[in-house]
């Protein structure tokens, strides 16, 4: 296989937002070469589906509130199959150096003396943004691009820095933030944010099974009750998601058909 994937090397790669069509050509090239390939619960079947007949296939997934295995497992076995000669991918959902705890595994097979790289892949909020056919910057209107997680450790409240995140130039894309959405709402209105700030709400996003929702940051918890089920979700918030309402209805009819 070609040169950048020698045996008892290690590749992070990104795996999109689920569609196999999102993936880079060095993803789907890494993953077809693979030996062994660890992967996390959002990583797609679509994306599974390319790896060898004869790779191990292995199921680090996380999902919150549910199971998890712990990262220093998952780091000790992707140096053990290293450390046993294979060639290994450790694909994450989306990009890996989103909220993906890529440092840990790094640093694991640096400690062990693996070589170690990153393919990129598109994250969910671009994911999103694509689906909802709308830009996540809009001169003028949404200067700044912010990605945060809403995901605190159990038992723990959010410790975000509300006020610098309510801000009316910005997009918000917030990661894990099902959960935490009226906290969210709650905070971003009292810290100076519009109550009809548009809020889109994204679940598996890229996938068949796509759900778009699009309403105000006041509506927001309540659609976030209401409107999705249990796949993977982002919150986008903010003036330029606004223009994902703007579009005339049968164009938009006619993309979705
Ligand atoms: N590294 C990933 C993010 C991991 S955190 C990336 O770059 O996309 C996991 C969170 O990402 C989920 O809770 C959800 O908020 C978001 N996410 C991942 N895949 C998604 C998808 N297909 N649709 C919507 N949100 C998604």
Known sequence: MSGDFPSGSVWLVGAGPGDPE?????????IAAADTVFYDALVGPGVLALASPDARMVHVGKRSGRHSRAQGDIDAMIVA???SGERVVRLKGGDPS??????EELAACHAAGIAV??????????AAAASLGLSLTLRGTARKLTFVTAHARAGEALSLDWA???DPYA??????????????SAQLIAHGL????PVALVENASLANERRFVTTLRLLPLAARSALGDGPALLLIGAAIGEAVSQPTQARAALTA
Do not use: H, W
């Open 117 to 126: 790289r990153i393919c990129p892949g598109i994250t969910a909020a671009s």
């Open 164 to 166: 610098a995140l309510a």
């Open 81 to 83: 199959a290293a450390q």
């Open 171 to 184: 997009t918000l894309a917030v990661y894990m933030g099902k959960a935490a959405a009226r906290e969210v």
């Open 98 to 103: 989103i909220f993906g705890r890529s440092n």
């Open 194 to 197: 519009p109550v009809d700030t």
């Open 22 to 30: 999102l993936l880079t050509r060095k993803a789907e090239r890494l």
